[in-house]
């Protein structure tokens, strides 16, 4: 059974670092594009980043651009999410999520292209 187990959700004060990791199991981890997202309270979810099959390539929203970094690892079949400067409107719970055919050169937060979805880690982020 595929599992994607999001893990280093915190309560953290604005202007900190945080970095998320999601860990999959039973997935062939270089066959997918790997994502984030998150949902506030009360808000929809939205898109974060992702990472192609390789690595090379990350698409950001304009949010994180600059301040969200993407990155796998794949002997430990790990995608992560590094925070920068965290601020009160990141609060939100963050999942990961996979994608099998998301081509590369398209990548996309667009969620029914995502097959597999974590079950999320919670982000606080006080002022």
């Known amino acids: 059974e595929v599992q994607l187990v999001e893990s280093g959700g915190a309560s953290v004060q604005s202007g900190e670092s945080l970095r998320l990791s999601c860990t999959t199991y039973e997935l062939p981890f270089d066959a997918y594009v790997m994502g984030w997202f998150r949902q506030a309270p009360g808000k929809e979810r939205e898109g974060v980043g992702c990472v192609s099959r390789t690595g090379e390539m990350t698409f950001y929203e304009d949010f994180a651009k600059g301040r969200f970094t993407v990155g796998r690892d794949k002997y430990t079949k790990t995608v992560y999410l590094q925070m920068y400067n965290v601020r009160p409107d990141d609060t939100a719970v963050y999942f990961c999520?996979?994608?099998?055919?998301?081509?590369?050169?398209?990548?996309?937060?667009?969620?029914?292209?995502?097959?597999?979805w974590g079950q999320g880690t919670q982000v606080t982020v006080s002022s």
């Open positions: 999520a996979a994608s099998r055919g998301m081509p590369a050169w398209r990548l996309s937060m667009e969620e029914h292209l995502y097959n597999y």
